[in-house]
Structure formats: structure tokens, C-alpha cells
């Protein structure tokens, strides 16, 4: 084909497309044309994540043990002092002067009325005595994100027959106030603490033992794969992940593993409690972990002092 020939059908062809579009402005007629709009959407949905609330930390690098325990031996030293100057309280009022004048005034004055009624019959004859008030144990624990200190005494007295009769006091107070007082029948004295005793500065030993702890045991990519088979303990990198820890008994870690979703720093320390047990100077360390914007689950911590171990992680029902 020559070239007069391909040009001929090159003009011909666009004349009638040129005809054919006049015709269709003509006619109104435009063809329809739909887009979904699925077009435009992304494929990469953005997943809205959770956040949970940091809670208020107990700010342990404060905390001097040797000088807490000379500050609650020393009031333990001034209700013996009051208790045996006046073991006959001929009231409740009596009794609350004398224990106000150590811990502050008490928020609540029924606490106080109550310890009177239990110790009533050992307060009310000459016969009975008053033998002693010795501390159990002594700690610290937040209260509306306050810290609060806390102690555990048993108050002794004998009657007639020369019986003794133990009762268990808890405290929690402030500088400036006594916040919470609650009495039981018995106590389970183990060993009482006194000024003699070597507590020295433990807590620093205890968050040498936790960094550690939050070292080996978070690993969150690890929680995710346990989260998709449905959380199962059994799972071969878990039980390697908890055999790597210093725990004497580990078996409570899955439930802190869990509750902080493999990372170990979404556990908030909330208080602790000194004992002085002969065998082990155990301490419990309180922790508030959250596991949603409004819930809130707590564990409790038990460390030997003298081992400088942990021993169990337990979760608080």
C-alpha cells in the first residue's frame, strides 16, 4: 500500500471518531462509568492499639530499711512506754490520747473503740498485766497514690491465772496522721523485730534481684505467639524462658507474664513488708499491674533478704 493511501485512512478514521463524539455531545447520552469506592481505601488498616495507664511507683530508691526500722522501734518503744504507765485505760478515750500522741490523730476514732472492746478484759482488772507490745513487721504501701507506712505489732497481757493473751494490731499511718488501726485475737510471732536486728539497706539488694528479673523474663514477641495458641503454659520457649529465671518457685510467673503482655515494666511497685523471720528475713513486695484502661491486677512478691533471692511470684486474688 502506498503512501497517498495510508494517509487517506488514517484522516478517514479520525474524521469518524471526531463525528461520532459531536454526536454524542449532541445527544446528551454520555456512557456511565462507576468506581467503587474500595478503590481508594488503604489496605493497610491502622489497628487502634490499647493504652494502658502508667501507674504511681513507690519510689523504693528512697527507702532506707536500717532507718525505718529505728523510726518504728521507736514508737513501738513509746506505746510500751504509755501502755505500762496506765495499764488500766478506764476508757476508750484514755486509750486513744495515748495512741494519738504517737501516730497522730486518728481518721477514724471507731478503729480505736474497737481495739478497746477486744482488749477490754485485760485492761479492766488489776489482776490481768501487761506484759508487752513487740513489732512483727513494718512497710510501706500506697494509698490514693500516697505513701503510707504500715506496721504489725502483738500487744501481750496475762490474766489471773497467768495465761497469756496475744492480740494482733495493724497500722497504717502518716507523718501527720493515723490512718487505718484493726485488731484480731492471737498472733503468729514468729520473730519479732527489734533495734538489734541487721537489716542494713536490702532494698537495694531486692532491685539489683527485679531489674534482673525484668531482663530474663520480657520478651514480648514470645507473648504475642503464646497470645495466637491460646496462652499455653506448657509451650516449649516458655518453659525455657521460665527455667532461666532465679525463682525458687517459678510457677507464678505465668500470670505476671501474662497480666503485663511479656513486658515485665508494666508491673508498678505499690508497697512492701518487712518481716523477720528466723530462717529467711523474708520481704513482700506489692505490685499493681494494669490489664486495661480501668483494670487493675496485683502480685505480690516474697524475697529472702539473706539468700538476696527471690522465692515466688503469686498473684493476689
Known amino acids: 500500500m502506498n503512501t497517498t493511501k495510508k494517509w487517506l485512512i488514517f484522516w478517514g478514521i479520525l474524521a469518524?471518531?471526531?463525528l461520532g463524539t459531536i454526536a454524542v455531545v449532541l445527544s446528551g447520552n454520555f456512557p456511565q462509568f462507576t468506581l467503587p469506592f474500595s478503590v481508594f481505601a488503604?489496605?493497610?488498616k491502622a489497628v487502634k492499639k490499647e493504652?494502658?495507664?502508667k501507674l504511681t511507683v513507690l519510689p523504693l530508691k528512697d527507702v532506707n530499711d536500717q532507718r525505718l526500722l529505728t523510726e518504728q522501734v521507736e514508737k513501738v518503744e513509746a506505746l510500751n512506754q504509755a501502755l505500762e504507765a496506765d495499764d488500766r485505760f478506764v476508757s476508750s478515750q484514755v486509750l486513744a490520747m495515748a495512741i494519738e500522741k504517737i501516730y497522730g490523730p486518728a481518721q477514724t476514732e471507731k478503729n480505736i473503740f474497737d481495739l478497746y472492746r477486744k482488749i477490754y478484759p485485760?485492761?479492766?482488772?488489776e489482776e490481768n498485766g501487761f506484759v508487752s507490745v513487740s513489732l512483727l513487721g513494718f512497710g510501706q504501701r500506697l494509698m490514693d497514690d500516697q505513701p503510707v507506712m504500715t506496721q504489725r505489732q502483738?500487744?501481750?497481757f496475762t490474766d489471773t491465772t497467768g495465761t497469756r493473751?496475744?492480740?494482733t494490731i495493724s497500722l497504717s499511718f502518716t507523718t501527720d496522721k493515723l490512718v487505718q488501726l484493726t485488731a484480731e485475737d492471737g498472733a503468729e510471732v514468729k520473730s519479732v523485730i527489734t533495734q538489734s536486728d541487721t537489716y542494713l539497706d536490702k532494698t537495694a539488694d531486692f532491685e539489683t534481684a527485679w531489674t534482673e528479673l525484668n531482663r530474663r523474663g520480657t520478651d514480648t514477641q514470645l507473648y504475642?505467639?503464646?497470645k495466637k495458641g491460646g496462652m499455653d503454659r506448657?509451650?516449649?520457649e516458655f518453659k525455657a524462658l521460665e527455667k532461666s529465671l532465679n525463682i525458687t518457685d517459678p510457677s507464678g510467673f505465668f500470670d505476671l507474664f501474662e497480666a503485663t503482655r511479656g513486658d515485665l515494666s508494666h508491673a508498678y511497685l505499690a508497697g512492701f513488708y518487712h518481716t523477720n523471720t528466723p530462717t529467711d528475713g523474708q520481704s513482700d513486695y506489692y505490685f499493681r499491674v494494669p490489664t486495661s484502661p480501668t483494670k487493675v491486677v496485683e502480685f505480690t512478691v516474697v524475697y529472702d533478704r539473706l539468700q538476696q533471692k527471690i522465692l515466688s511470684i503469686n498473684q493476689r486474688s
Open 234 to 236: 506448657q509451650q516449649t
Open 16 to 18: 469518524a471518531l471526531f
Open 122 to 125: 485485760m485492761v479492766s482488772s
Open 154 to 156: 502483738v500487744w501481750s
Open 42 to 44: 488503604s489496605d493497610n
Open 224 to 226: 504475642r505467639q503464646m
Open 165 to 167: 493473751h496475744d492480740y
Open 51 to 53: 493504652e494502658l495507664p
